[in-house]
């Protein structure tokens, strides 16, 4: 949590408070599963958007749908970290933690530095509570905690007390307790308060008890802190600059339906989505199902395979042909997306990667599914690989997903993952006058030539794409399926010269897509690197973090973001090849660097974790520092150089 030196003061009846400068603050809250912290963590992420903040945010919750109440496997935190400048990750650290019962404290306490304040909820320190989440000795009654800024306030208690005029029992009115907590943190953090409000007489609309229960307690909680001589420092974090522009806050897995509906209008295709509900993934289908104005269909299948055939059968009927799933779902797909590859059609596959294998972690993150995406399927099965890299970036990588599926006549995968779904960040909503427009160029009768017959398997030239005919169109008369085709004339054929042409040819025009795809960006400010760190997907947010904090300390560093994954973009290996070490940061164990090994020969070293969790910068700053030290021959101190200094 950084500070400006200003300060001034200002007297609120007898209690005089401080109003601290800060430009960024990382707050996470914590608690059982029923306490309401994801809502709490959103609500105070809204208003941080409405105040102007640049934000990222990391929702972190358990799998079970209800985890014994009270342990440290049920215990549900939400961290946003939000900035007067442009910021890339949730924060490695928190520096508030706000815990409403021992589990909380416990699961949360490693990942605090020295000095970071703790709002606790002492209500729930009882002995049984402390047993559950394994504490001999209660944390608020010792010195356990000292190095920490400590503040033990009853909100349970108080909040019951607030609520008592409407009525309700005490396990209604204590469920209030999360907003008395976002009261007292909006006025800590200066957030404006009336987007709660208005969010919440919206929500409880029908339950006016519960609706004004939940008001009061989030106003009490703002009083309190202006009012108590627990809290007797405000702080203030201005609005982010941000190029002109309308913002919203956007959720990865919102962004992503968003822009599936965004390549609907600019190919005026109709989109069809079959799909099964899927952890993480499930977020896409409630959201495309409220478009249908859009023209947009959503089945709810019985079974992930269902759900893919469907969408395939879409495309074969002229719609863009969407399935949405995680990992395990893609496993199930596996013998569908080789149809799809076989009879040439577009269709998305949208995969958010979540922990593995089997049902794994379900509520984490993970990029496990890469080599899955490249290689998981039986025969020469190519399929184009898409990743976006932020939650906002997700709404460009379906618009391009589609673009190369329309274009090239072929199934996309889309690698997002739990991180991103979750996540959300500010988002400068587009003009559609900027987007591309996705021409399907179905065929017609007209494109024949007198007396010529259909070939479903004639190939553009440029792209190599089949023709796509719509059934039904007079002229066009076609069959399609999972059977070998013949080259042009698409009629089963099991000839082995034949076969070796359509796979090749398969595989070549998957390779074509490399020709559409711009240069890619290398960020090298200085041009004097030694270090390439290169990545995908959401380590986008980390890498660019720490990067930033080796070039703080005034060392030289280049970095690479890959979008485009299969076929790699065509400057890539010119690229790798500039650089005396290669650094791959990846939430697997080592997928990327495999295929860069693979490909271009190149010593690629792995920086990999595990976790279920993003990457954290400052781990991966000191890795940087590393290969720094080793590539330049020079001692590395990440301790950041005044800029005076630096100049």
């Given at each position: ?310 969408a395939i059968g879409a495309s074969f009927a002229g719609h863009l042909g969407v399935t949405t799933t ?322």
């Open positions: 949590m950084s500070t400006d030196p200003t300060r001034h003061r200002k007297q609120v009846g007898e209690v005089a408070k401080q109003v601290r400068q800060l430009d960024r603050v990382i707050i996470r809250f914590a608690g059982d599963s029923g306490d309401g912290m994801q809502l709490t963590g959103d609500r105070f992420t809204q208003e941080s958007a409405a105040f102007g903040n640049d934000l990222v945010t990391l929702p972190n919750f358990p799998a079970e749908i209800r985890a014994p109440q009270g342990t440290i496997p049920g215990v549900s935190s939400f961290q946003v970290h939000f900035a007067d400048h442009d910021i890339l990750t949730a924060g490695d650290s928190p520096d508030v933690l706000v815990a409403m019962n021992p589990a909380a404290l416990k699961a949360n306490l490693g990942d605090l530095n020295k000095g970071a304040a703790i709002i606790v909820d002492t209500h729930d320190f009882t002995a049984r509570n402390l047993t559950k989440a394994g504490y001999a000795e209660n944390p608020l009654e010792d010195d356990s905690l000292a190095e920490f800024d400590l503040h033990k306030v009853d909100l349970t208690g108080m909040t019951v007390e607030a609520v008592k005029e409407f009525g309700l029992s005490r396990k209604d009115a204590a469920r209030a307790k999360n907003m008395f907590a976002l009261g007292l943190l909006s006025w800590m953090y200066g957030r404006p308060t009336e987007t709660t409000v208005a969010f919440l007489s919206k929500k409880f609309a029908k339950v006016p008890d519960i609706r004004d229960a939940n008001i009061t307690a989030f106003k009490m909680g703002w009083n309190f802190g202006e009012t108590t001589e627990t809290f007797i420092v405000q702080y203030e974090v201005k609005p982010a600059a941000m190029p002109p522009g309308v913002y919203r806050n956007i959720s990865g897995n919102l962004a992503l339906a968003y822009g599936l509906v965004a390549a609907s209008v600019q190919s005026g295709l109709p989109v069809f989505l079959g799909s099964y509900p899927i952890t993480p993934a499930s977020d896409i289908l409630h959201e495309l199902s409220k478009h249908k104005s859009f023209g947009v269909t959503t089945f709810q299948a019985e079974d992930e395979i269902a759900g893919v055939g469907a995680s990992g395990p779902g893609i496993a199930l797909k596996g013998e569908a997306i080789g149809l799809a590859v076989m009879t040439e059609l577009p269709l998305l596959v949208v995969n958010v990667q979540r922990g593995g294998p089997s049902t794994g972690l379900p509520t984490k993150t993970e990029q496990s599914d890469l080599l899955q995406a490249m290689f998981g399927r039986n025969g020469e099965a190519p399929v184009p690989i898409v990743a976006p890299q932020s939650p906002g970036d997700c709404f460009n990588a379906a618009v391009e997903a589609a673009r190369i599926a329309i274009t090239y006549r072929t199934p996309v995968m889309l690698l997002s993952d739990g991180y991103l779904a979750n996540g959300s960040e500010p988002w400068s909503i587009p003009d559609v006058a900027d987007l591309p427009v996705i021409e399907p160029n179905f065929a017609t009768a007209d494109d024949l030539a007198e007396g010529e017959e259909f070939a479903p398997y004639k190939r553009d030239e440029a792209t190599l794409a089949r023709p796509w005919a719509i059934p039904g169109t007079p002229g066009l008369e076609h069959r399609i399926g999972g059977l070998e085709k013949g080259a042009g004339h698409g009629n089963i054929s099991y000839d082995p010269a034949n076969h070796d042409l359509m796979v090749r040819t398969r595989q070549a025009k998957v390779d074509a897509i490399a020709d559409s795809l711009p240069p890619l960006e290398v960020d090298d400010p200085s041009g004097a690197a030694k270090v390439l760190v290169i990545g995908w997907g959401s380590t986008y947010g980390p890498i660019g973090a720490g990067i930033r904090r080796v070039r703080k300390a005034g060392y030289h560093v280049a970095q690479v973001h890959l979008r485009h994954l299969n076929p790699f973009p065509k400057d890539l290996g010119d690229i790798l090849a500039r650089y005396d070490k290669v650094l791959v940061p990846e939430m697997n164990l080592g997928q990327l660097s495999l295929l860069l090994r693979g490909k271009y020969l190149v010593d690629a070293i792995g920086y990999n974790q595990v976790r279920g969790l993003p990457l954290k910068a400052a781990e991966l700053a000191g890795v940087i520092g590393d290969l720094v030290s080793e590539a330049e021959g020079i001692e590395v101190d990440l301790t950041p150089v005044p800029q005076e200094a630096s100049k």
